[in-house]
T-cell receptor, first 114, second 110 residues
Framework: AAGVIQSPRHLIKEKRETATLKCYPI?????VYWYQQGPGQDPQFLIS???????DKGSIPDRFSAQQFSDYHSELNMSSLELGDSALYFC?????????????FGQGTRLTVV | GQQVMQIPQYQHVQEGEDFTTYCNSS?????IQWYKQRPGGHPVFLIQ?????EVKKQKRLTFQFGEAKKNSSLHITATQTTDVGTYFC??????????FGSGTQLTVLP
């Protein structure tokens, strides 16, 4: 069965650079989430989309933005990168509006800022 | 979003021993989900509890939702080395987001 696909799997950037993370949700899933997970931390909710519209925002810095495209894939754009942005970034998708439904996570993108 | 506290943060058990992790919220939860994350992996959905007092079992795993829907627990009987990982509870509430607990990192010693 198709799973959530994230690319790239690993990314190394320098401070103040920009990064773009991509997510391809499971087909027919209508909700996409982005999470940030630091070492030894729980996943922190960044932002979600429902039917390609932004739905909820969490602790997403102003330097970050995200969007969902007509083909349902989503991108997380990160600018002016800081050392503290180094983390695992997960995308997840779910169906039936994403409320009280199972979330399927991608393998994650490990971002290292040097 | 919902705030969920999870204890303990770490648990080391000998293979064959039981393990329990607890999740608590100060507010009533509409539902609670449990996820497992293996080292280096991504969170994988285990189960969702919706009803007050609900108990669900998956082989050696038993999940409970409190009567007041403010707490939940995951109990593993006779742990195996394959149970190693971090177990997270997560609450969704009315928003399209999952708020994760801090997780319990389980180590099983052979």
């Amino acid at each position: 069965a198709a799973g959530v696909i994230q690319s790239p799997r690993h990314l190394i950037k320098e401070k103040r650079e920009t990064a773009t993370l991509k997510c391809y949700p499971i087909p027919r899933h209508d909700t996409v989430y982005w999470y940030q997970q630091g070492p030894g931390q729980d996943p922190q909710f960044l932002i979600s989309f429902y039917e390609k519209m932004q739905s909820d925002k969490g602790s997403i810095p102003d330097r970050f933005s995200a969007q969902q495209f007509s083909d349902y894939h989503s991108e997380l754009n990160m600018s002016s990168l800081e050392l503290g942005d180094s983390a695992l970034y997960f995308c997840a998708s779910s169906q039936r509006g994403g409320r009280g439904t199972e979330a399927f996570f991608g393998q994650g993108t490990r971002l290292t800022v040097v | 979003g919902q705030q969920v506290m999870q204890i303990p943060q770490y648990q080391h058990v000998q293979e064959g021993e039981d393990f329990t992790t607890y999740c608590n919220s100060s507010t009533t939860l509409s539902n609670i989900q449990w996820y497992k994350q293996r080292p280096g992996g991504h969170p994988v959905f285990l189960i969702q509890l919706v009803k007050s007092g609900e108990v669900k079992k998956q082989k050696r795993l038993t999940f409970q939702f409190g009567e007041a829907k403010k707490n939940s627990s995951l109990h593993i009987t006779a742990t195996q080395t394959t149970d190693v990982g971090t177990y997270f509870c997560a609450a969704s509430g009315s928003a399209r987001q999952l708020t994760f607990g801090s997780g319990t990192q389980l180590t099983v010693l052979p």
